[in-house]
Every structure is written in C-alpha cells, then in structure tokens.
C-alpha cells in the first residue's frame, strides 16, 4: 500500500488534443501520468471534476500500455470548452485496494481556447475573447457565433466589426460608412463607394483649350494650366499685330506665330536720320546715315528725326571763298576768307583812315573804328566874313 501512494504525486500532465473538426464545442485531452513502482497495481482510475465541482465516478483506465518514455495515459473526452477541469489519478489492487488521488493537474479555457475554434469562423477562441473572460466585451466577437455583426460576414474574414444590421458589406465585411474611398489624387475624378466597395471617378479633364498654357493635374490640387512663355493666345489674325513692319503675323492652331519677311523688304522705324530701313531676319535694320553737311561754314547743320537734314544759318557769318568776297567796307579792319566763311581783324591803332570829311581833322584807325582827329579851325579873324567848312575841300 505504501507503494501506491507513489501514485499520488504522479500526475504529470494533462494535453488538450483538438478534434479534427474546425467547429467544435467540447474537446478530448490526454490525461498522461507516471505509473506507481508499486508490482501488486491492477490497474488505474481517473477523476475528473470541473474547477468549482466534486470528483464524480471515475473512468476506469485499467492497465495502459506504457508509452517509450514509460507514462501511461487516458483520454478524457466530451470536455467543454468553456468550462475549467481538474484531473488526478489514484492505483488500485487486484483485491480492490485503491491508493488516494495523485497530484491534481488542471485544464481550461486559458489553455484550450488557443487551439479552439468553437464557431467555425476561422478564428480561434482566444482570438475572439481576448481577455479570455467568456464574455464578449467592445471590440471582441463571440467565440460562439460565427458572425457576431450578422453582416453575412464570417468573423475570420470581417475588416469591419459592427456593421449596423441589413447594412450592406463588401467581401470583408466593411460597409460605406467604415471604409475610406478618397485615394487623395485629385487627378482621377472623386471616388464613390456601393456596399463597400470603392468605384474610381472620371478622370479630370485639363484641357482648358488654350493653345498657350501646358495643361497638366496635380494629385493634391488638380489641373494645372502653366502659361507658355512668349505664347499670345487668338482665333483671327488680327490678334496678332506684334507691331514689327519685318514680320507675317498669324493665327496657327490657336495661337499666334510671327515669320519674318524677305530680307531687304522695306520698313520704317520712324527715323530719317538713319537712312532708308530694310528687314533683315525679321528685324528692321537701319540703312545709310544721312550726310547733312551742307558744304557751307556759316550754318549749323543737324537731322531730324521726322524731316531729315536741317541748317540753320548762323548769325554774323558771311560764306566765302575768295577774301575779295569780305569787304566789309571799314578801313580799319583787314577782311580775309577762312574756313569758307569772312574774318575781319583790326588794324594797327594809328593807322591812318579817312571817314569823308576833312572839316574833323585827320583820322586814325582806334580799335578797328576810324576815329575823328583835331577839327578844322576856319577863323579868319576877318569880321567882314562868313567863315565855313566844306566837308570835301
């Protein structure tokens, strides 16, 4: 009998072995345990109890044949997922004499529920009751219904839990209201969603149908229209006047286009002075400068811009080209012809001149003026006569 008590802390474990089905509500475990040294032991028996309960009848297990590592086990089945047991094992004789129970080793829900899946959801039970309270708290499904929304959705392959009743669902479960169908590219239109599932939108149309903007869409802004750098936009030629005399201007596929004329075509740029203007690769160039020099000392020659050459007199001066042309009639200047126009220089002061009339004396040249000298005194001294001067005697 002493040996038999060796069975009473023998009980080495207890294996939850899962059935085949992946719906299942209860599950067989493999009670294993060391058998007692003990040669007068007949066979073993079994006690199962739930956590909170009494061992009942046990299950005979007789004499298992030992296994390579020489425990012996018995399967426990028909055990309920949700419920916690214990299980210990006691030796018994051929004359009925039964040792006490071994060492109790449990089993429960904490261990089973990693294995099970007792809905057929394809989640295990664990998965579901997370806290492993058996009870279905926010944010858990029930191990116990294969659809805990009732979305028509199996709880393995739901996105979207509590989807409100007769919502309809995509094939993961998620209804409009749970799913987000803004890809954030403004370019492919605005999205719209049926029963879960995302429809793309029409694509922008970024033609703006002017000839003089790049068109393109910007995934956060949309179109873009970038104007094109020197493009004047039109629909007749008469918008197109880019005001050169040297150009062909047209409207071309909605926008202007300037081509240049025949080099040597003529134009203007409104300024005589720089000759006669010619078009040269499209630009107006200037021809031969004006020549207003007029030959002629005594003007100021100049152009104008709208008239052509101008000379202005100059005051004073008198044109020449011999000095004989430079009389200025005044005998105390010396008259010469320089640089095409007269110079009048004065003579010497002193130098003798006569202004016509011998009455005022002798005159001498001062400064370029001939100055009276002494006048006449014709004082006879004679009462009896009338005394004059004639100028020429």
Same mark, same amino acid.
């Given at each position: 009998m002493a040996a038999l008590r060796q069975a009473l802390c023998a009980l080495i474990w207890v294996l939850a072995t899962i059935p085949l089905t992946t719906?299942?509500?209860t599950y067989s475990a493999n009670v294993r345990w060391q058998p007692s040294s003990d040669p007068t032991v007949a066979g073993y028996r079994v006690y199962e109890r739930t956590a909170s309960g009494s061992y009942g009848a046990p299950q005979q297990a007789g004499m298992p044949t030992p296994a390579a590592d020489g425990t012996m086990?018995?399967?426990a089945s028909s055990l309920a997922v949700r419920t916690d047991y214990v299980f210990a094992v006691t030796a018994y004789t051929a004359s009925g004499t039964e040792s006490g129970l071994s060492n109790e080793m449990p089993i429960g829900y904490a261990q089973v529920a990693p294995l099970m899946d007792s809905d057929g959801d394809g989640l295990t039970d664990a998965a579901e009751d997370v806290n492993?309270?058996?009870?279905?708290? #926010?944010g858990e499904t029930d191990p116990n219904n294969p659809d805990t929304d009732g979305d028509g959705v199996r709880d393995g392959q739901d996105k979207c839990q509590g989807t409100a009743p007769g919502t309809a669902v995509n094939?993961?479960?998620?209804?409009?209201a749970q799913i987000t169908c803004n890809n954030g590219n403004a370019c492919d239109g605005v999205e719209t969603c049926t029963a879960g599932v995302c429809?793309?939108?029409t694509p922008l149309n970024c033609n703006d149908g002017n000839a003089c903007t790049t068109d393109s869409c910007n995934a956060s802004t949309g179109?873009?229209?970038t104007p094109i750098s020197g493009c004047t936009a039109c629909t007749t030629a008469s918008q197109c006047n880019d005001g050169n005399p040297c150009t062909t201007d047209t409207c071309t596929a909605g926008h202007c286009s300037s081509t240049?004329?025949?080099?040597?075509?003529t134009c203007g740029d409104g300024n005589t002075c720089n000759g006669l203007e010619t078009c040269q690769s499209g630009t107006c160039k200037a021809?031969? #400068?004006l020549n207003c020099d007029d030959g002629n000392a005594c003007t100021t020659d100049s152009c104008n811009a709208s008239t052509g050459c101008v000379h202005t007199a100059i005051t004073g001066c008198t044109a020449c080209t011999t000095s004989s042309q430079c009389n200025d009639g005044n005998p105390c200047t010396s008259d010469t012809c320089t640089a095409g126009h007269c110079q009048s220089t004065a003579v010497a002061n002193g130098t003798a001149c006569s202004d016509g009339n011998v009455c005022n004396g002798a005159e001498t040249c001062q400064s370029g003026a001939c100055t009276a000298g002494t006048a006449l005194k014709c004082d006879d001294g004679n009462a009896c006569t009338t005394d004059t001067c004639n100028a020429s005697t």
């Open positions: 719906l299942a509500a086990s018995v399967a492993l309270n058996r009870i279905v708290d #926010p094939a993961s479960g998620c209804s409009c429809h793309a939108g179109c873009v229209h240049a004329v025949t080099n040597g075509t021809g031969t #400068p």
